[in-house]
């Protein structure tokens, strides 16, 4: 079982993940987990949706998917988030946060 697979949680035909953002930051990347949420650290400030539109493309990169198939659910004006995954199982989805960017 991967150490990202309790971040995840099946919704419909695709996974719910929770995240913890971190904006402005040297690089966007996934750096861990934070408690039950993926840790996120993006580049971004958090002004007009920017550490948003960074945080969905850091994530698209990790997981393998295109940034339309992501959709942030909750928590947009936050630090914790939860990001929707189309089309990916929280199986899935855990495999990739833990395979090396």
Do not use: F, I, W
């Not at 035909?13 to 929770?18: E, I, K, S, V």
């Not at 996120?40 to 550490?51: D, I, L, S, T």
């Not at 990790?62 to 990916?88: F, I």
Request: a positive charge.
């Amino acid at each position: 079982m991967s150490a990202y697979a309790a971040c995840c949680t099946a919704d419909g035909d695709g996974t719910r993940l929770r995240v913890r953002v971190v904006p402005r930051a040297k690089t966007s990347q996934v750096v861990g987990r934070h408690g039950d949420a993926v840790k996120v650290r993006v580049a971004a400030p958090p002004v007009e949706g920017k550490a948003n539109d960074a945080l969905l493309d850091a994530l698209a990169t990790q997981l393998g998917v295109r940034a339309r198939d992501l959709e942030l659910v909750g928590g947009a004006r936050g630090r914790d988030k939860v990001v929707r995954v189309v089309g990916r199982s929280p199986a899935e989805v855990a495999a990739r946060l833990a395979a090396p960017g």
